[in-house]
């Protein structure tokens, strides 16, 4: 089955830039999303189609994706960023939708 | 702005059925895939299966055997079945728009109903 790995853990200073890596097998020819989860809420569509932004997402939040990995960054973090994040794909091989591992992004 | 709703029972017991429904509002279920998915408490997410507003569905191959997903467009819901529960079936279940063709992303999902599977 196809599998997307993230870091467990990202820290990052206030006003720094986080970058959260998403692995798998060719990622960059499928399209990748990521969301955002605060504890005890529902996911949230940050970026889709690899680089696109939702309205309504901050213009800190951007996205890239090539080769086996996709990126999500956020410049300028601030203390309202700190969630867990979840990169996303549909691999049409198993016809199924794949979730990265997840991570936990930390503002110190 | 469409907002989804999930409803059912919160407690299942084991070898049991487990039933939930979304409720959609705000627009219409007719011309989208519509994805259930779940998160066991503290772990990732799982996607359990999409049916589009015609009726045709598409499950996860780890869950195939015990998933049925149906939708009702005169109420603008869909609803899943998850048949022989264990506690590994425990978990936070949301509903969410899927934009599938050509798209692969959710862009609205409930608000989300833990389910908690124990005798």
């Known amino acids: 089955s196809y599998e997307l790995t993230q870091p467990p853990s990202v820290s990052v200073s206030p006003g720094q830039t986080a970058s959260i890596t998403c692995s798998g097998d060719k990622l960059g020819d499928k399209f990748a999303s990521w969301y955002q989860q605060k504890p005890g809420q529902s996911p949230v569509l940050v970026i889709y189609e690899d680089t696109k932004r939702p309205s309504g997402i901050p213009e800190r939040f951007s996205g890239s994706n090539s080769g086996n990995t996709a990126t999500l960054t956020i410049s300028g973090t601030q203390a309202v960023d700190e969630a867990d994040y979840y990169c996303?794909?549909?691999?049409?091989?198993?016809?199924?939708?794949?979730f990265g591992t997840g991570t936990k992004v930390t503002v110190l | 702005q469409v907002q989804l709703q999930e409803s059912g029972p919160g407690l299942v017991e084991p070898s049991e059925t487990l039933s939930l429904t979304c409720t959609v509002s705000g627009g219409s279920i007719i011309g989208y895939y519509w994805s259930w998915i779940r998160q066991p408490p503290g772990k990732g997410l799982e996607w359990i299966g999409y049916i589009y507003y015609s009726g045709s569905t598409n499950y996860n191959p780890s869950l195939k055997s015990r998933v049925t997903i149906s939708v009702d467009t005169s109420k603008d819901q869909f609803s899943l079945e998850l048949s022989s529960v264990t506690a590994a079936d425990t978990a936070v279940y949301y509903c969410?728009?899927?934009?599938?063709?050509?798209?692969?992303?959710?862009?609205?999902w409930g608000q989300g109903t833990l389910v908690t599977v124990s005798s």
């Open positions: 969410a728009r899927d934009l599938h063709t050509g798209h692969y992303y959710f862009d609205y």
């Open positions: 996303q794909a549909w691999d049409s091989s198993t016809a199924c939708y794949v």
